[in-house]
């Protein structure tokens, strides 16, 4: 797979075509039903991730890997409506569920439920402190404090300095802004002077920053978590502003703009996200417990992170309106668990 050649650690995954066959020594798992649990779909990200999804569940289905893969997402971002769906699951029978959580805390009871009525939980990307789940993430916090460390070796003399937040309450909109003020406190020459949640998409992001421009300083870098730093971009070239220096998010948008850039004067930046295949990885896990493989609860896949050396790679790899992505094949899930024990 050409991207992988960019990716930060994908290829120690073993990017494999790969099959459908579990390992022999396990559990039949064709008759198994799994079923996907999103709480957002509003931004290139989630839809990515869910096509994704699609992508590896319809062959493992055909393959005869698993009888369902199905995917549902809530209307709202509320995890009162999310701990109803996941109460319907339990319903419907399913044998497994993949969570991609409103709240790492909110869903708790629900996802107890489902682990007393045996059912599998594997949250991934958003995850949840329920002890029963499963958890699937990259470190977050060490993604957001590379921000930081970044823009000190690119602006030594320190300065301003905006955070773009994401979806208010979900782990990794936490974990990222947890990383980031772990840097500017090791980087004492930086101070973030504003704040505003972007939502992990760029209209929300380009609206919110336009509306705190006014009353900020000089800023000479931002932080971000995904999906909000062209419209950041935006915001700032429609206030009449200097483009500051703007940590991306693997969105083709956004690479697209830091080519143009670089181009046009040398700008030069770096760009960090989870690769939204994470799902794929997470439906492979979930089929792995279902065949009593023993899987440690909390697995760690590396962030995918694009240099100015592998921009024009990654861009020409990724489809207009996505973003940088690698699918996980069930090989991959393999090496995890086994990494991970």
Excluded at 251 to 274: C, F, H, K, P, V
Aim: net charge negative; with cysteine.
């Amino acid at each position: 797979m050409k991207i992988s050649k960019v990716l930060l650690c994908a290829a120690s995954l073993g990017l494999l075509a790969g099959t459908v066959q579990a390992d022999g020594q396990l559990s039949d798992t064709s008759g198994k039903r799994i079923a996907l649990s999103n709480n957002y779909a509003g931004n290139s990200w989630r839809q990515a991730m869910l096509q994704s999804w699609e992508e590896i569940g319809s062959a493992a289905v055909a393959d005869g890997a698993v009888s369902a893969a199905d995917a549902y997402t809530t209307s709202e971002n509320q995890a009162t409506e999310q701990a109803a769906q996941i109460q319907n699951m339990i319903l419907q029978g399913y044998d497994a569920i993949v969570l991609n959580a409103a709240s790492p805390t909110a869903l708790n009871g629900a996802v107890k439920e489902a682990c007393d009525a045996g059912v599998t939980v594997v949250s991934f990307d958003g995850i949840v402190t329920e002890p029963c789940a499963w958890r699937i993430a990259v470190d977050f916090a060490a993604m957001g404090k590379e921000e930081v460390d970044f823009l000190a070796t690119r602006l030594p003399e320190g300065g301003n300095l905006l955070e773009i937040r994401g979806l208010a309450g979900v782990f990794v909109d936490d974990e990222i802004s947890k990383g980031i003020h772990e840097g500017v406190a090791e980087h004492s020459q930086f101070k973030i002077v504003g704040s505003v949640h972007g939502d992990w998409a760029q209209d929300v992001a380009q609206k919110n920053v336009a509306g705190i421009l006014p009353s900020l300083p000089d800023v000479v870098g931002v932080v971000t978590q995904g999906g909000d730093g062209y419209g950041t971009a935006q915001a700032f070239k429609a206030a009449g502003r200097p483009t500051p220096l703007i940590v991306l998010g693997n969105r083709q948008d956004e690479m697209a703009w830091w080519a143009e850039q670089r181009d046009a004067n040398g700008y030069e930046t770096l760009s960090l996200s989870i690769a939204p295949g994470v799902a794929s990885l997470a439906f492979w896990v979930a089929q792995q417990v279902l065949a009593g493989e023993e899987v440690p609860k909390d697995l760690t896949v590396p962030f995918l992170k694009v240099t100015q050396d592998t921009l024009d790679e990654t861009l020409a790899a990724t489809p207009v309106g996505s973003v940088a992505n690698v699918t996980y094949t069930l090989e991959d899930a393999q090496a995890v668990i086994a990494d991970a024990k």
